[in-house]
C-alpha cells in the first residue's frame, strides 16, 4: 500500500514483551492483556491492550485499519487517494481523515522545505523497490534496473508538494495551520496533471494516533499499538512499570536488538535504509528514502533514526526527516524541538542520543 518510506515488519522497532499476561496476586482478569495480529498497510500489525474483557474493541481496531487503507492507499484502486491520483487535475472530494492526513503532510513538506515532498510517489513507482527485490528472489539472474538521470529528472519537473491544493466546500484554499471541522467538505486539486500523491511518509503515524484516540475513549489506559516500525504506547504496564521497546539493529538478523529504551506513554517511530533495499554487484545500496533534490537514494552518515514524540504522526514524518538531513543537521533540527528526542544511528553502528 504505502509504497513511499514505508517501515516493515520486524525492521525498525521491536517490542520486547516476556509474556501476554499481568499475573499477581492483585491482578484481576481485565488486566491480562489481550493482543490481535493482522495484516494491513503492506505490513503485520499487532495491538495490545490490557483489559481482557474488551475484545470487541481490540477487534473494532482492525475494522478501523481496513477503513483507513480504504482512504489512504495509493495502490487500492478506488481509495480516495487513487482517486487524487487518477483525477486528470480536478477537484476531488475527500473525507475528514484524509483532508486531515493531507494537511498534515503538506504541513511536513513545508516545515522541511521541500525535502520531505508527499509528490515523490512517480520517483518512487520508477525505482519500484519493493518490486526489484521481490523479482531478485524469484529469478536468480535478475538485473537491478537503476533509472537514468534523464529519467528521474524527468520524473522531478512533476514533483512539487505546492501543486497539492487542499480546499473547502466553498472553493476557498485551506493553510497547513488551519482547524479542519468534521461538518464541512474538503477537496483535493493536484495542479500539475503529471503529479501523483503517496502518503506513507506519515500515514501509518495519522492511524496509530486515531487508534490510540478510540482505544482511550473506550476506557482503555494501558496498551501498544505496533504498526511495522511505528510503536505507539498508550500508558505504562498495568503495575506501573515502563514498557521496554528495542530498536531493530540495521542489517542485523531478525529479532537483533541494537539497543532499548524504556518509556511510557510515547509514540517511537524508527526510518533507515535497511528497511526496504537492494544491493548491486558493485556493493552499492539502493534503498527507498529517496532525495527529492536528485530522485537517487539519499546517501549520508546514517543507518537509521528513532524519534520519541507524543505524536505518531509526527515520529512518523521526522524520522524520516531525519533520516534524509544526516546526523549532524538531524541532531541541529531535533534539538531545536521541545519535547521531541531522537536516537541516531551512524554506519558504525554508534548510537547517538539527541540529548
Known sequence: MFSYHIKCFLIGLLLLIASATIT????????????????????VITITIYDAHKSDVLNQCFTLCEQYESLFSATLEGSEVWQI????????????????????ALYYCDQSQGVLDLTLRPVAEEWDIAGQMKQADEHANYRYYIPSEQTLTTLLSHVDYKNVILSDQDGYEVGYQDTLSKDNRYFITLMDTHSTI??????????????????????????IISLGGNVLLIGAKPDGAPF????????????????????????????GC????????ENEIYHHIFDASTGRPVQND???????SDSSVEGDALSTYCYLLGLEKGL????????IEALFVTKDYTVVPSS
Open 24 to 43: 499477581g496476586c492483585s491482578r484481576t482478569a481485565s488486566a491480562k492483556s489481550i493482543s490481535k495480529t493482522g495484516f494491513a498497510f503492506d505490513t
Open 85 to 104: 491520483n487518477h483525477a486528470d487535475g480536478k477537484r476531488t472530494a475527500v473525507s475528514y481523515d484524509t483532508a486531515s492526513l493531507i494537511q498534515a
Open 198 to 223: 503517496d502518503l506513507g511518509f506519515i500515514a501509518k503515524g495519522y492511524i496509530a494516533d486515531c487508534l490510540k484516540a478510540y482505544l482511550l475513549s473506550e476506557g482503555i489506559e494501558n496498551g
Open 244 to 271: 521496554t521497546v528495542g530498536i531493530q539493529k540495521p542489517f542485523g538478523a531478525a529479532n537483533e536488538i541494537l539497543t532499548t529504551i524504556q518509556e511510557n506513554d510515547i509514540s517511537v517511530v524508527s526510518s
Open 274 to 281: 535497511y528497511e526496504r533495499y537492494f544491493t548491486t554487484d
Open 302 to 308: 546514517l543507518l537509521g533514526v528513532t524519534i520519541l
Open 332 to 339: 541541529e533540527y531535533v534539538r531545536s524541538l521541545d519535547n
